[in-house]
């Protein structure tokens, strides 16, 4: 088990670009987050999946904002016409059934938005 | 949701104990704490985890009163490698999203050498 991978690692874009993140889980995790994080605060929840399914998503998480785990392995997190304001490190974590507090989080990809 | 409430910062020698405190007044009864460290350009990663009394690890050691509001994370003689943010959140095992991991601003511990 590798744990948790992230990809890209770093992503400069230029505003109104859109940036596709993606997440590999620890692959017997059914349960996927996404996490924002800036600088001098700790990560905020950004949503989660079941699976597949998308059982939950925080009010950080605007139209422009969209995530996808087709078969319930790896996610995507994608941002549509990027701000300034989404600058950030995104964090991906998995856990299994019943350990909610005990998550495994990857590396996470620095969004730099210019 | 029960929040958390710790040092915003804490300095330590080379091989000194550290402890970190935590206060969480409005635990509830099937909550458990829950603690995190980070390192710069990295993701959190999970520490320890308990319920009451004691818990220790291989990194560390978990102490929880009776009443369950405060909790101490101990680290047993640190290295500057212990360096990074620390996090103590009041989780739920089966509880999900946003109201499971709520990570404040966590505790930053400078080690000196």
């Known amino acids: 088990d590798t744990g948790v991978s992230q990809d890209p690692r770093h992503k400069i874009t230029k505003r109104g670009q859109n940036v596709t993140f993606r997440c590999d889980p620890i692959s017997e995790h059914n349960r996927l987050y996404w996490y924002r994080q800036t600088l001098g605060q700790g990560p905020e929840f950004l949503t989660y999946?079941?699976?597949?399914?998308?059982?939950?998503k925080s009010r950080l998480l605007s139209d422009r904002f969209s995530a996808e785990r087709p078969k319930g392995s790896f996610s995507t997190l994608e941002i549509q016409r990027t701000e300034q304001g989404d600058s950030a490190m995104y964090l991906c974590?998995?856990?299994?059934?019943?350990?909610?507090?005990?998550?495994?989080f990857g590396p996470g990809t620095r969004l730099t938005v210019t | 949701l029960a929040k958390t409430t710790q040092p915003i910062s804490m300095d330590s020698y080379e091989g000194q104990e550290v402890n970190i405190t935590c206060s969480h007044n409005n635990i509830a009864t099937n909550d458990y704490i829950t603690w995190y460290q980070q390192f710069p350009s990295q993701g959190p990663r999970f520490i320890i985890q308990g319920y009451k009394t004691k818990v220790t690890n291989e990194v560390a050691s978990l102490f929880i009163p009776a009443d369950r509001k405060s909790s101490t994370l101990s680290l047993p003689r640190v290295s500057l490698s212990d360096t990074a943010v620390y996090y103590c959140?009041?989780?739920?095992?089966?509880?999900?999203?946003?109201?499971?991991?709520?990570f404040g601003t966590g505790t930053r511990l400078t080690v000196i050498p």
């Open positions: 999946f079941q699976n597949e399914a998308q059982l939950e």
């Open positions: 974590a998995s856990t299994a059934s019943g350990r909610g507090g005990e998550q495994y």
């Open positions: 959140l009041v989780t739920a095992p089966h509880q999900t999203g946003a109201n499971n991991l709520f």
